[in-house]
């Protein structure tokens, strides 16, 4: 038998080592004289560059390389062995009822979940014969138990407590979490929450949990929902910074009050919005843990373990969508993905229609499987940090800890979290960010399939849905302390201009778009596609014709589907002999619109034809015109 090593060894021996410099210049020589950076180096939102490739030079001088996974910084993540993580699904008790929601628990346990989140919103009062109902046969060894309680997480902090003193538990067994999170609610409402006051009412407040949970070691109290950032238009960096600067501000404050750095972080979890960008999602989750390590152990902390930043993940908010739902498992997945082989302790996958404000049974066990799948086919637990060693990411981390620091040292330099929120500046980079998501999904920069791109032209929602689902929230006037923040869905705007399409069908004939095409083949079938995809985002029904030779064939077949819109698509050159004619045979039946920006614009607008659609355009701007041209909307 030969020798497989010998025959690797062969094998390499043909190819000689080839330089970054060697590289380089083949690069430049494909480039052809175009601008190395213009076209090659991405410049990301989070404030750095990215190169199109990268190499093992490209690892020198980064400091965290050689840590071991289970050890500080955590960087490698929090476990020496393996990957594994808790599969979490929230339950609503207000809407099951006590009864309702621990029977539902129970039957998720059944099904895969290993960790319950009980929401218990603040507006329903709670018995200890309520909680006790709840909690009903859920303590399994292994298991998760949470809770996102608000102002009453005291309350059931001392419940908890009685219950397991009745039935005789041991306080160590339980795992979970009581999200108990003042700041976030703050940031939230612009307000702390009547049972807190003020800031040092919350802040004992917090301590006072802190102190009563002494004695259950796996049990997180004390929560930051950075999850809020990101939901609300945030880059990665920012929700970074933000949430390590509201983390500074509970370790200071609490510090402040009497406990040690040692007691408070290991009743700390971090909750993160994952999105859709993947391998930044795998590095912001590296990054966290690297800087909270680092800050814990500047706070003076007895042992490095307490630097192990505990991260729950949840799949985001803001990048799904109402139309074509079935993409936000697309969504999910690489979500998902990006937080377990990121490392994080816990995730939650919401369920593919959550843009409706609701969920189903099929869609709730649709999102446990694709964690299921994950872990149990396709092995992610078993791998302490498969991303490490590789080039791109270990720079990304590199890159996402830089910026974050430094933005979280401008928080710090205006007082902290507390501080910096009073004064706006929070929520101006996040609504400034925001604003610049907004317009890159108008303009097509940023893709949301299914929505601003690849419409599915037979889609078509009937029902009558909440105007709530397609307008952003507006900010409530009333906050005492600061502008809260808002959660939102980046694709609202767009998908209300489709659903007013939709209105208008129901009560009146959808608007036709057809597509005339004429001339050169290529042009022409590239720019249907495009012109198809362009009004398809707003609901018309696209009729594309069969391609011509004449003008008299294209404006005779146009008129057999009496179209609203006729849109010319052809060669640049050619607009100039047809465009001018197909507009005087249509212009009293239809508007005619041509795809694309010839040279010969002006003379076209000349002779009256003032309607382009091309890859400048602004979608939104663009499609809310037609609709206003057409009578849908005033």
Not at 362 to 390: T, Y
Not at 427 to 433: F, M, T
Not at 543 to 548: A, E, K, N, S
Request: proline share 4%; net charge negative.
């Amino acid at each position: 038998m030969a020798n497989n090593n010998s025959n690797t060894e062969k094998l390499f021996e043909e190819f000689s080592p080839v330089s970054t410099e060697q590289w380089e210049a083949i690069i430049r020589e494909e480039l052809k004289g175009a601008d190395y950076e213009k076209k090659l180096i991405w410049q990301t939102p989070e404030g750095f560059q990215v190169k199109p490739y990268y190499r093992a030079e490209d690892l020198e001088g980064i400091n965290f390389l050689y840590s071991t996974p289970g050890e500080f910084p955590f960087i490698r993540g929090n476990k020496p062995l393996d990957n594994t993580w808790f599969i979490r699904q929230d339950i609503n008790v207000k809407e099951l009822g006590f009864e309702g929601a621990n029977r539902k628990a129970l039957d998720i346990l059944q099904k895969g979940v290993d960790s319950v989140g009980f929401y218990i919103p603040e507006d329903i009062s709670v018995t200890y014969s309520d909680f006790a109902l709840l909690m009903q046969n859920i303590w399994v060894k292994g298991i998760e138990v949470n809770f996102r309680a608000g102002h009453q997480s005291l309350m059931i902090l001392e419940f908890l407590k009685q219950l397991m003193d009745q039935r005789n538990r041991d306080y160590e067994r339980l795992q979970g979490s009581l999200d108990f999170d003042p700041l976030g609610s703050l940031t939230l409402h612009g307000n702390f929450c009547h049972a807190c006051v003020d800031a040092e009412g919350a802040f004992k407040h917090a301590r006072e949990i802190i102190d009563k949970a002494k004695n259950m070691p796996n049990l997180r109290v004390l929560a930051v929902h950075a999850s809020i950032f990101g939901n609300s238009g945030a880059s990665l960096v920012q929700e970074l910074a933000f949430a390590l600067s509201a983390g500074v501000e509970y370790l200071t404050r609490l510090t402040d009050l009497g406990l040690s750095v040692s007691v408070i972080a290991p009743k700390m979890r971090f909750i993160f919005s994952v999105g859709s960008n993947y391998f930044f999602e795998i590095a912001k989750l590296r990054a966290a843990r690297l800087l909270w390590s680092h800050i814990i152990k500047s706070y003076g902390a007895a042992s490095e373990e307490a630097g192990r930043m505990n991260i729950h993940c949840i799949t985001s908010i803001y990048n799904k969508t109402l139309y074509d739902p079935y993409v936000n498992m697309l969504r999910t997945t690489t979500e998902a993905m990006s937080a377990t082989l990121g490392g994080t302790d816990s995730l939650e996958v919401l369920p593919f229609d959550i843009a409706y404000g609701h969920s189903t049974e099929f869609s709730e066990r649709m999102a446990r499987n694709q964690q299921l799948i994950l872990k149990e086919e396709s092995g992610f637990h078993k791998i302490a940090d498969p991303a490490a060693g590789s080039y791109y990411i270990e720079n990304l981390t590199e890159n996402i800890a830089r910026e974050a620091w430094k933005l979280f040292l401008k928080m710090e330099e205006a007082g902290g979290y507390l501080e910096a929120f009073k004064l706006g500046m929070i929520q101006d980079l996040v609504n400034e960010n925001a604003m610049k998501r907004e317009a890159a999904i108008a303009t097509r920069r940023e893709f949301v399939l299914g929505t601003n791109q690849y419409p599915n032209l037979t889609e078509e929602i009937k029902e009558v849905l909440e105007s709530s689902i397609f307008n952003k929230p507006q900010a409530p006037t009333d906050y005492k302390i600061g502008r809260p923040l808002l959660p939102y869905r980046g694709s609202m705007v767009m998908e209300a201009v489709r659903y007013s399409t939709d209105e208008f069908a129901r009560k009146n004939r959808r608007p036709v778009v057809y597509l005339l095409l004429i001339g050169n083949v290529a042009m022409r079938q590239a720019r249907a596609q495009f012109s198809g995809n362009f009004f398809g985002c707003a609901g018309f029904r696209v009729i594309t014709g069969q391609p011509v030779n004449t003008v008299e064939e294209g404006v005779a077949d146009a008129m057999k589907h009496q179209p609203d819109i006729v849109v010319v698509c052809s060669s640049d050159e050619e607009y100039a002999i047809y465009a001018k004619e197909i507009f005087k045979a249509l212009k009293d039946r239809a508007l005619i619109v041509v795809a694309g920006n010839p040279p010969c614009a002006e003379e076209l607008k000349a002779a009256g034809l003032t309607r382009f659609i091309h890859v400048r355009s602004n979608l939104l701007e663009t499609l809310i015109q037609y609709q206003k041209d057409l009578k849908i909307i005033e």
